[in-house]
């Protein structure tokens, strides 16, 4: 098969579909791979790097979606890229459609293959191809927390780690899943007063064995929620409740408890925002004061870091794409659940249920075109 991938062009995405290495292993499965000029160098990857692997440089976007059999992206398609795709191509990517009509019915259009890297689910519920972004996201809110907690940033000027002789700052995190898991390793790292807050006691369990007695965990109750917003120096919203919108827990009237200055990163914006006071922000103007509190929304946090988070994509899209490759979208399905999963549109049809209910378009059962 012939791979491709094409500069992304959505606002500050610098991030690249294939690495070099990525490349290299489709390469080695017998197929070819074509990269756009210049692609891969916000991300860290020169042309030459992807020809020492044995890609192939092509000039153009449309030189390369002329060319190629499959598409592997990392944001959705962009209206300049619409025109560009060819029937029963196929496209591997994020895609996002659940909220996107518009886009939904440009690409069943164009009758391509669909393959939506968030959709992709193993048999216990976890997205692999979501995870990595969900551990960079919750990483990078402690350290953004820290800097907007500067004085020079807005912040009440409180150092999370402390010194000698002086307290340390308190953090609170609302929802201890793989974002809070990680923004809780990054804040104790930092030597903070960790408190994590979840509403399963399993979870809560699981922290309180791993972080062994280093942080302590709370019910996320509304009492609770109201101690720890009026102690805490920075507070970070990671809960996610599947399939549906960030519960509101942090109330426009909590933020009058709040320490003037004190910082709120709301990770779970991109699913509404656990705070009703967060709108979505970008990395040109991250952060707004509220009450004089700091928020921090960023909606796409991990393309502030594209060097490690193509590697992480890479890592957890390449298998699966070798698959796909390898076997062609039908074959893979039946014999992958979880790249069936992520099939979410096929040759101008709509096979994931939950992206046509939500749109309110007509949803083709994949069972029968995979027949
Ligand atoms: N802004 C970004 O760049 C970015 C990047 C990655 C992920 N995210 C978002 O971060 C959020 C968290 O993702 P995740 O991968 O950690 O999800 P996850 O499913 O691993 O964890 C969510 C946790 O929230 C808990 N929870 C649910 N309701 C709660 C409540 N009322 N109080 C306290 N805890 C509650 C759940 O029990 C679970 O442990 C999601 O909305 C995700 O889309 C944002």
Redesign the pocket.
């Known amino acids: 098969m012939k791979i491709g991938t094409v500069t992304e062009i959505k606002n500050h995405e610098y991030r690249v579909g294939l690495t070099p290495s990525s490349a290299k292993s489709y390469i080695a499965h017998g197929h070819e791979v074509y990269i756009q000029k210049g692609a891969g160098i916000e991300a860290g990857y020169l042309d030459i790097d992807y020809v020492k692997e044995g890609g192939q440089i092509l000039e153009t976007p449309q030189d390369v979606f002329a060319e190629v059999d499959m598409i592997v992206k990392v944001k959705e398609p962009q209206p300049s890229e619409y025109p560009l795709f060819k029937k029963g191509q196929i496209l591997y990517t994020y895609l996002h459609l659940a909220a996107d009509l518009e886009l939904t019915q440009e690409l069943r259009k164009t009758g391509i293959k669909g393959i939506a890297y968030e959709t992709m689910e193993l048999p216990d519920g976890s997205l692999p191809c979501?995870k990595p972004?969900?551990e960079i996201?919750?990483r990078l809110s402690v350290q953004e927390g820290a800097k907007y907690l500067e004085k020079a940033f807005g912040g009440r000027g409180v150092l999370l780690g402390g010194v000698p002789g002086v307290r340390r700052g308190k953090v609170a995190i609302?929802?201890?899943?793989?974002?809070?898991t990680n923004a809780c390793k990054m804040a104790v790292g930092l030597g903070a007063d960790v408190t994590i807050?979840?509403?399963?006691a399993r979870?809560l369990e699981y922290l309180d064995d791993i972080f062994d007695g280093k942080i302590s965990t709370l019910y996320?109750t509304p009492h609770n929620i109201e101690e720890v917003l009026k102690e805490s120096d920075l507070v970070i919203g990671?809960?996610?409740?599947?399939g549906a919108k960030?519960?509101k827990?942090v109330r426009r009237e909590h933020l009058k408890l709040m320490k003037p200055g004190a910082v709120l990163v709301d990770?779970?914006?991109?699913?509404g925002g656990c705070i009703e006071t967060t709108h979505p922000t970008t990395h040109e103007n991250p952060t707004f004061i509220i009450d004089g509190v700091v928020h921090y929304c960023?909606?796409?946090?991990?393309g502030s870091v594209p060097v490690t988070s193509t590697e992480a994509l890479n890592s957890v899209t390449l298998p699966y794409g070798l698959q796909i490759a390898d076997k062609g979208v039908v074959k893979a399905c039946r014999e992958n659940d979880v790249i069936k999963k992520g099939l979410n549109l096929y040759e101008g049809k709509c096979v994931y249920h939950e992206v046509a209910e939500a749109l309110g378009i007509e949803y083709t059962d994949l069972d029968s075109l995979l027949k």
């Not at 807050?197 to 399963?200: E, G, V, Y």
């Not at 990770?267 to 699913?271: G, T």
């Not at 960023?298 to 991990?302: E, I, K, T, Y």
């Open positions: 979501l972004m969900s996201a919750g609302l929802g201890g899943g793989v974002v809070g807050l979840d509403i399963s979870r996320s990671a809960v996610l409740v599947h960030a519960p827990l990770v779970a914006v991109d699913q960023v909606a796409n946090m991990p």
